[in-house]
């Protein structure tokens, strides 16, 4: 499995950034994609997941109706649209994914062991 992040910059307070995760390795049907982020003296918090197979997505409460994650199954790119950007936002982001399919049972969407392959992660820098 490769995942690998692009979009990160500076962007200022209300402005809006689109991250890309480029992802291959996996069956597609089968795995789950999230975007998790670690803000300087933060722990790391999933933002957005999205289930590759069914489309089901959801959110963190602090960027729900902010953010949108989505999926074009033809590019192997999962995307996470950031809108009204706020300094709380800044962070390293990472994309993560994980075989639902392969674990069964309840799947957690943003509990870090669910997800057994990460993206290097990029920059988010958002300015006051």
């Known amino acids: 499995v490769q995942l690998v992040e692009s979009g990160g910059g500076l962007v200022q307070a209300g402005g809006s950034l689109r991250l890309s995760c480029a992802h291959s390795?996996?069956?597609?049907?089968?795995?789950?994609i999230a975007w998790f982020r670690q803000g300087p003296g933060k722990s790391r918090e999933g933002v957005s997941f999205i289930g590759l197979g069914d489309n089901s997505t959801a959110y963190a409460d602090s960027v729900k109706g902010r953010f949108t994650i989505s999926s074009d199954k033809a590019k192997s790119t999962v995307y996470l649209q950031m809108n009204m950007l706020e300094t709380e936002d800044t962070a390293v982001y990472y994309c993560?994914?994980?075989?639902?399919?392969?674990?069964?049972?309840?799947?957690?969407?943003?509990?870090?062991?669910?997800?057994?392959?990460w993206g290097q992660g990029t920059q988010v820098t958002v300015s006051s």
């Open positions: 390795g996996f069956r597609f049907e089968d795995y789950a």
């Open positions: 993560a994914a994980g075989d639902r399919a392969l674990r069964g049972g309840t799947w957690h969407n943003f509990s870090p062991w669910e997800y057994d392959s």
